[in-house]
T-cell receptor, first 114, second 109 residues
Framework: DTGVSQNPRHKITKRGQNVTFRCDPI?????LYWYRQTLGQGPEFLTY????????KSRLLSDRFSAERPKGSFSTLEIQRTEQGDSAMYLC????????????FGQGTRLTVV | GQSLEQPSEVTAVEGAIVQINCTYQ??????LSWYQQHDGGAPTFLSY????GLEETGRFSSFLSRSDSYGYLLLQELQMKDSASYFC??????????FGDGTTLTVKP
């Protein structure tokens, strides 16, 4: 296993378009997290899955943001009607269900909205 | 909700020792983690404390005081490659992790 994989690594889109990112966690990691990070800030929590269940999401996901993890393996994060303020690095992390407090991060998807 | 405070910048010289403090406010506290992130890279795990006291991992140590809602990361024998951002993160019993805004460490020759 090569770790957490995110695709694409970079995405440039026009304002108003929809984008979808994919995250493949480490095999058998039950917990999967999405974060957003902008320059000079820490990763900002977006949502969290345990297996296929979405257990918690920030207020950011109430409208244009949605995330899924349909079979408890990979996850997708969709942003609808993108805005320039959505430009950021979107990070995915996974963690085993038992005994693992270490979160393993992917390299992220850098979104630029023009 | 959760909130964390850590210094925005720290500068030290090679070979020195530096301490990065973190204070937090949260409900359902489970533990405090530390991550390192180099420019353009992903955060990587350094250390974790669930109980009061000091955890040592090579040149890095981390301390937690649950009663004071306080922890710190101690970096010894600093090397140039330690120049990076360091984040504390609170883990809650609901499985969520919330990160601070990070401390940028600059190591000078």
């Amino acid at each position: 296993d090569t770790g957490v994989s995110q695709n694409p690594r970079h995405k440039i889109t026009k304002r108003g378009q929809n984008v979808t990112f994919r995250c493949d966690p480490i095999s058998e990691h039950n917990r999967l997290y999405w974060y957003r990070q902008t320059l000079g800030q820490g990763p900002e929590f977006l949502t969290y899955f345990q297996n296929e269940a979405q257990l918690e999401k920030s207020r950011l996901l109430s409208d244009r943001f949605s995330a899924e993890r349909p079979k408890g393996s990979f996850s997708t994060l969709e942003i609808q009607r993108t805005e320039q303020g959505d430009s950021a690095m979107y990070l995915c992390a996974s963690r085993p269900n038992h005994g693992g407090e270490e979160a393993f991060f992917g390299q992220g998807t850098r979104l630029t909205v023009v | 909700g959760q909130s964390l405070e850590q210094p925005s910048e720290v500068t030290a010289v090679e070979g020195a020792i530096v301490q990065i403090n973190c204070t937090y406010q949260t409900s359902g506290f489970y533990g405090l983690s530390w991550y390192q992130q180099h420019d353009g890279g992903a955060p990587t795990f350094l250390s974790y404390n669930a109980l009061d006291g000091l955890e040592e991992t090579g040149r890095f140590s981390s301390f937690l005081s649950r009663s004071d809602s306080y922890g710190y990361l101690l970096l010894q024998e600093l090397q140039m490659k330690d120049s990076a951002s360091y984040f504390c993160a609170v883990n809650t019993n609901a499985g969520k992790s919330t990160f601070g805004d990070g401390t940028t460490l600059t190591v000078k020759p």
